[in-house]
């Protein structure tokens, strides 16, 4: 193949069944075939979720941004208090559009590589009247993984609501929404997804609905308005068309190919597949003598991997990768962007990919001046994938 491979932490590569989807003659989005797509995609989501039928899934044009602007625009009013799990640029986003719509934020903050542990949200709670944490499952900017599962319990137990942003992590991480009680998960199409960009998702608990139903103000955004989407979601899911804006026909049309090809595939399966290519990821990077940014392998992601680069290396040395076939992508999280790199490893990734971009890795860092025995990586990948 001479098209190098798309490895970075989203947009990544689709399967071929979801990118035929995208070229197919687009339907009228009243069309009984389309709506039975979009009825079927509505149920596969709160699956792939694990969430139970109570549970309200919405599939809205636009990016993770526009799932995380509307959560935040339909569940704080003015004048609530929102804690703030911050591990990184993407926390920090939510913060800002959560201060956006009147709350009162307050942010525990963890340095780059660190996670903050459900104990620290548990105090945190104790100290004021919450409605709202917000957490990220994995920050993209640092590859740091979050307990969302313990967190999400301190949350119930304080009373207060979970905002989950799974924008990296969504059909990846583990995650359980009824099981664990995160009243919204969000997420976005082209990440583990499998699908390409332009679709935000949400799934919301019935607390969550509730506290969207007892709201004293209107929700101060038109389009990301629970009361224009939440009649259209119900009647798409029921059969029947309803209109309040033109859904992305042909990327609901993949999603729906997409969540069915996750869902075939089982969703421990799917968990367990990306621990393990992560696994092998991060041993060949190791074998290499590279460092990463998290600080411990407990909370670093299954998604992506960020190795520092080493001494005499810097982001120049992405485009020796590319030219060895792997597409990787530079820093993020300002203060040490210059620092590190990050490689995806999410959807429909296998050992052959883990393997390509490895030795694209190899060969990007000899390239660069970098002395490496040749294989090294590979090797270490190989023996952890064949355990
Ligand atoms: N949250 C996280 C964790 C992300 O990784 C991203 C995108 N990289 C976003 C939110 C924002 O999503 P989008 O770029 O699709 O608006």
Not at 225 to 231: E, I, S, T
Not at 331 to 352: D, N, T
Request: proline share 5%; hydrophobic share 50%; with cysteine.
């Amino acid at each position: 193949m001479t098209r190098p491979l798309l490895m970075i932490p989203g947009p990544i590569e689709f399967t071929d069944e979801v990118m035929m989807e995208m070229g197919r003659p687009t339907y009228s989005h009243v069309d009984p075939a389309f709506i039975a797509i979009f009825s079927q995609a509505l149920r596969d989501l709160r699956a792939v979720f694990l969430a139970d039928d109570d549970h309200q899934p919405f599939i809205l044009a636009g990016s993770g941004t526009l799932a995380m602007d509307s959560a935040a625009a339909n569940l704080v009013e003015p004048g609530d208090r929102v804690l703030v799990v911050n591990t990184g640029y993407f926390s920090l986003r939510m913060a800002d559009i959560c201060r956006r719509y009147g709350a009162q934020v307050d942010a525990i903050d963890a340095a780059p590589g660190e996670t903050v542990s459900a104990d620290q949200v548990a105090a945190a709670l104790q100290q004021g009247d919450y409605a709202i944490v917000t957490i990220t499952h994995v920050d993209t900017s640092t590859g740091v993984l979050t307990d969302v599962k313990g967190m999400a319990r301190a949350a119930k137990e304080a009373g207060a609501l979970t905002i989950v942003d799974g924008v990296c992590a969504a059909a990846a991480e583990e995650m359980r929404q009824s099981e664990w009680g995160v009243d919204v998960y969000l997420t976005a199409s082209q990440k583990a997804i499998g699908v390409p960009p332009g679709l935000a998702l949400l799934v919301a608990s019935p607390a969550a609905m509730e506290k969207w139903r007892g709201r004293s103000t209107p929700v101060g955004s038109y389009y990301a308005d629970w009361n224009q989407w939440l009649p259209i979601m119900e009647a798409y899911e029921g059969r029947r068309a309803a209109y309040f804006a033109t859904p992305a026909v042909n990327l609901v049309m993949a999603l729906a190919v997409s969540l069915r090809q996750i869902l075939d595939e089982g969703m421990d399966a799917v968990f367990a597949r990306h621990r393990g290519l992560s696994d092998a990821v991060k041993a060949g990077i190791q074998a290499l003598g590279l460092a990463q940014v998290p600080s411990a392998y407990e909370h670093a992601a299954h998604t992506l991997t960020c190795p520092r680069y080493p001494d005499g290396v810097d982001a120049s040395f992405l485009a020796h990768v590319r030219a060895h076939g792997a597409i990787l992508a530079g820093g993020l999280y300002p203060s040490i962007k210059s620092e590190y790199f990050r490689i995806g490893h999410m959807g429909a990734v296998g050992r052959g990919d883990v393997l390509a971009t490895l030795g694209a890795v190899e060969a990007g860092l000899r390239a660069a001046g970098y002395a490496i025995e040749p294989g090294v990586a590979l090797a270490a990948a190989q023996a952890v994938m064949d355990a």
